[in-house]
Each structure stands twice: as structure tokens, then as C-alpha cells.
């Protein structure tokens, strides 16, 4: 470490999922993918763009792409902006919006990427705890000073959506900048983007790797006032999203017929796997997206983490209060789910 | 700017080359794009990738592909780091090697992306002018303490090397992170690579936008310590370059042939622009890139630089000393020359 600076020496690592070496021997529900694979539409226009022009850099505002964002979810074109992935997203505003001098609030327990990007960008931050039913606390969010919240709708790792009512109140006192991720609003429909008309201060984020089955692609899009577009573009790096991942976002934007079946899919999906887990003694948390967050009436829950993993199906547990006796588990396609019953069921008759 | 922080309010933003709408209408040679697209067995193998397993996140610490690169440049794997393009590497240079209270230094003129991002980021620096000779001033670079240096071989826009045994002196003596950006390296095959063996405080930059023909992917890699490529890995975003992109980046070290092929091409054009420009009373600095830097004995750059647009060919011009009277062109294929010299010399003609 002779080399980091001390923003990098002191933060701590983000960890995403497991991604083993053998991964085609699992079950993967530990990431949150989408079951089903984008549509023939969207990989021809991938298809297509690859031909002699990349060697040319792409658009660098990823104009087809933010045209189309917009006559899709509503508001103008220069209120929307293409980065690479969310992520790209979170760490810009953590670099643009806030000051180090700042302070941040984010949820707990929610995406813990947060905390992270926050303490890669030498922002410190508090925690506020959800309440009892996992809502966000939004009187909390008020008591102090925040320059910048983020609020996940739907909450991952919880899978609670926002409540619409409370953030508009919320909204209506806050004077600084509040983020909404809505990388998995698209499997309760749910959205506050249209909210971006009536608050200048408010940055919602979306995300092609979940309801769009785009997360090999790496395509992500904020939605704010145009002089939050704005500030993104100035900060950005010049050709942050390349010309297959733009062709792909916008072919998967047009095909509203393979996109309204993943959705269905995946919530039947969904219904028919917490059906199932509460007929085995689970507890499952309403879930507005394609993952749902359970726990047993009586087995501890990283116990069974690792007993499925002996069994080749990953899904994910975290450390930490309110956290540990859980499992978040993506829902996967019907022989997927299945498979994972069947397995678990005979881990929970053995215990 | 409302809610822009103090950062994003002064910073200067960069200007990247004009992308007109009507773009197919010009010849574009003003951002350093490869003249030859690539080749069948790039598209292919991108083609390939293009499937249902788009679902999926990509590798996140694209393995693949710095194997690879550990084989073709040597070094071992552990020295090597992928990113989403040069631009990004940059931006996590700034966010992890270096502290808001420290000071970094450039050449000028060079590339106009490092003072960009230094103050993006915060971070204060020194221009250090290039001599008469457009050669690197290194004993300018070790009067301050500086945290972070680049350097960038060859260098845009002159063209011009970095001197081996002077970079080598220079390691020798620098007790910071020092950074040669070898975008540009392939045309001339003066690699400073092998130094990362040597220097634990040394990252040598690579692009596949320039010699491998894909500007449209957007893939750039880091060789440097171990140490260093670790404070990459935690700094970086999770998933940072998607499955094509580490797909083209493998397919194209592979492919030997075409990249031998379109370099030798690119420097064989080269000298025929060359030489076509000093009949035409230029006087061009000796070029390692794919670019020339050139000016006109008695004729104005940015009058040539206007003229030239009239006419839908694109070169650069820059505003600033020393820059200001000359032109960035890059080279194109035969037949985008030719056509550039006819325009050029009935501009020449008017005069």
C-alpha cells in the first residue's frame, strides 16, 4: 500500500457476489441477474453494431439512447444521462455533488455500495435504520444537515419499495441532493421519475442489468433536473459508454413485448418461490423485486447458506445486525427454483 | 449549478474532437481513430459473446484478458489492470494514488484529459513546458515534490517519444507515482513496459482505441506493481468493463496479423503525408503516433483549420502557446489523404 493515498488505504472493499471459477456447476441465484436472457431483438442490434465502425469512439452523450430514455419513462431528453452501469452513476455524483466537507445519509440495511463509494470519495456519512418493516425512516433523513441521500426503491437487500407519499414530503423540506435507484423498480412499476418535474434536487437512477437482462452490457441512467444532466456530462469521462452497450440499451428500450414477459415471468416466478418457502417454515418480506429476503422460523440462516453451497446453489447472506438471520435469494427460473426446493428442503429435514 | 460541488463549479472542462451529426458527410481526421477497422476475427469474436449469457455480469477482474496481456507484453497477470478506456484509469489514478494535498505536474503541451482531471479531482499541478525539441524537461519534474507525474509516450499532439535512458534517471531519482501513458506506443514500438519490472512506482497506460482499431469498446489497461494493481482492483467499480469489450480486447491481442498489419499501413501513410506536406511548405515534427504535428511556413493554423472545415475535412486545431500554429492531423487511410491533400492544396492556392 506504499502507494494509495489515504482515501484508498482507509476504505473499506466493496464486496460484490460470489462469482467461482466453476460457475457453471451452480445455481446462481446469489447476484440478482435477470432468469431470462435478452430477446433476440436486442442481440441482433448488438450484432449489427459490430461491424468496422468501432473503431470509431461512440456518441459521447449517448444521444439515440437518451432520446428514447425519454419517450419511454416520460420527462425531456437533456434530463436524462448514460453512464457505465450504475455504478459509474454513484461514483460521479459522490465526485460532483457533495463536498468532502459534506455529510451523507444512506439507509440500513441497504446496498451496502453506498458506504463504500461514499468512503472511495472521502464523503462520511450516517447510517439511519430502516424501521421495524423495513420503510425508510424519512424524519430521520431531516435532523441533520445531509447534503446527499440515497434511498434504493426497491431496497435491496430488503426488497421493500419507497413510499411515495413519504418521500414527496421528504422532498418538499430537504435542501440537499437526494438519489433514488430504481435498478429494480421495473418488477413493481413503482417509480418516482416523474417526480424529477416537481424537485430540482432529486437524481433517480436506473439500470439495464435487472428487468432489462443487460448486466454483461453495463449500461446505467440518471434522470434529474438538466443542470444535474449537466454537471454529470462536464465530470464525466468523454466516451464512458461504448457502441454496443448504447445499441444494446436502446434496442432493449423498443422491445416492450420481451420486456413485459420478462417482468411477468420473473413476479410469477417470485409468488410461486415465497409460496413455497413459507410452506417451509420461511418468513419472507414482501418483495417489489427480483429477489426476495427471507428468513426461518427456527434454522439460522448462514447455516443454510452454507449447507446450499455445499450443493452448488449460491445464494447471498451478509454479516451484520438485522442482516445475518436472512437470505437474499434472486428468483430464477422455474427449474432453477425447483432445484433449489428440492435441495433445500432435504438440508432443512436433515437439521 | 445548484448542486454542483466546489470541484465541478472550477473545474475546466475537456474538449473532445468535434463528432458532427452529419458526421458521414466529413473526413474526419482530428481524434486519433485507427484508419483500418478491425479485423473479422475481432468481429467475430465479439459477435460470439453477443449472446444469452449477456444476462450475467461480466468478469469483474476481466482474467481473461489480463492473462493475455501478461503473455503479449510480458510481465505476470498480477501486473495488469483493465478498465472502461485510458479516460478511466486516469480518474482512478487521481482517486487513489494521490492526496488533495499533494501536487501533480505535467508536460506542456500534452494531452489537455491530465489537467482536466486533475482538477476534477481536486488535485493542484504544475505545467512543465516541453524543450525547443518538443522533448520531456525531467529535471523541471524533480525541483517540487510532485505525488504524481505523466508522461505521455508519444505525446499528444507532437508526436514526440519519451526518451528511454532520461525516463530511466528520472525513475531513479522520483520518489512518487510516476504514470507514462503509451496510448499512442504501438506505431512506434518504444515501450517503457518492461521498466515496471524495475520501478515499484511506475504505471505504464495502454488503450486498445488506437493500434487495435477499437475506439467504439472503450478498453484500456494498467501494467504496474502488484501493490499498485491491488489499489485498482479496491477502488474500481465492480463490473467495469462489460463481456464484448473483454471479449474484443482477447480477440485482438490475438490476432498478430491484422495488428501488425494495420500498423505498418499506418506508418506507411504517415510518410507519404509527410512528405506530401513539406512540398507543401510544412514543416512536421517527427511523429511516433498515428498523428503528425505540423505547421505552415507563412500560413495561419487556424485559418488552414477553418478553411479545412468548409471543405468537411476535420483536423484539430488548439488554442494556447506553442500549440496555436499548428494543426493535429490524423492519419488516415490513402484515400482520405489524397483527398485532404487536393483540398489542402487549393486552399494553399487561394491564399
Not at 29 to 50: R, V
Not at 129 to 144: N, Q, V
Not at 164 to 185: M, P, Q, S, T, W
Not at 203 to 224: D, H, N, P
Amino acid at each position: 500500500m506504499k502507494y494509495w493515498n489515504s482515501t484508498l488505504k482507509s476504505m473499506t472493499e466493496y464486496i460484490p457476489g460470489e462469482q467461482p471459477e466453476d460457475i457453471d456447476e451452480y445455481i446462481k441465484l446469489n447476484t440478482n441477474e435477470n432468469a431470462f436472457p435478452p430477446s433476440a431483438d436486442i442481440l441482433n442490434a448488438i450484432t449489427k453494431e459490430c461491424s468496422g465502425n468501432l473503431r470509431l469512439y461512440p456518441n459521447p452523450d449517448a444521444e439515440t439512447l437518451t432520446k428514447i430514455c425519454a419517450d419511454t419513462w416520460g420527462l425531456s431528453q437533456s434530463n436524462y444521462f448514460a453512464a457505465n452501469g450504475s455504478d459509474e452513476l454513484f461514483s460521479l455524483i459522490f465526485r460532483g455533488f457533495i463536498d468532502r466537507d459534506q455529510l451523507a445519509a444512506f439507509s440500513y440495511p441497504s446496498y451496502s455500495l453506498y458506504y463504500t463509494m461514499s468512503e472511495a470519495n472521502g464523503i462520511a456519512y450516517d447510517k439511519i435504520d430502516l424501521k421495524d418493516d423495513f420503510s425508510i425512516d424519512f424524519a430521520k433523513f431531516l435532523k441533520k444537515k445531509y447534503a446527499l441521500v440515497i434511498f434504493c426503491n426497491p431496497n435491496n437487500p430488503t426488497g421493500t419499495g419507497v413510499n411515495r407519499e413519504g418521500l414527496i414530503k421528504f422532498l418538499e423540506k430537504y435542501k440537499g441532493v437526494a438519489v433514488v435507484d430504481e435498478a429494480y423498480v421495473d418488477f413493481s412499476g413503482n417509480s418516482m421519475i416523474d417526480l424529477v418535474n416537481s424537485f430540482d434536487n432529486l437524481i433517480v437512477t436506473r439500470s439495464f442489468s435487472k428487468s432489462y437482462s443487460l448486466a454483461g452490457l453495463r449500461v446505467g441512467i440518471a434522470a434529474a433536473h438538466r443542470d444535474i444532466i449537466e454537471g454529470f456530462k462536464k465530470i464525466k469521462d468523454s466516451y464512458n459508454v461504448d457502441r454496443l452497450a448504447q445499441a444494446g440499451a436502446i434496442a432493449a428500450l423498443k422491445d416492450k413485448k420481451s420486456f413485459n414477459y420478462r417482468v411477468s415471468m420473473i413476479n410469477n416466478n417470485k409468488d410461486y418461490l415465497t409460496e413455497s418457502l413459507d410452506e417451509l417454515g420461511f418468513k419472507t418480506v414482501p418483495s417489489e423485486a427480483n429477489f426476495i429476503f427471507t428468513n426461518h422460523s427456527s434454522i439460522d440462516a448462514k447455516t443454510l447458506y452454507e449447507k446450499l453451497k455445499e450443493n452448488k446453489i449460491l445464494v447471498r447472506h451478509f454479516d451484520g445486525p438485522r442482516l445475518s438471520n436472512y437470505l437474499r435469494i434472486t428468483v430464477g427460473s422455474m427449474i432453477e427454483i425447483k432445484a433449489f426446493l428440492k435441495v433445500l428442503r432435504s438440508i432443512i429435514d436433515e437439521i
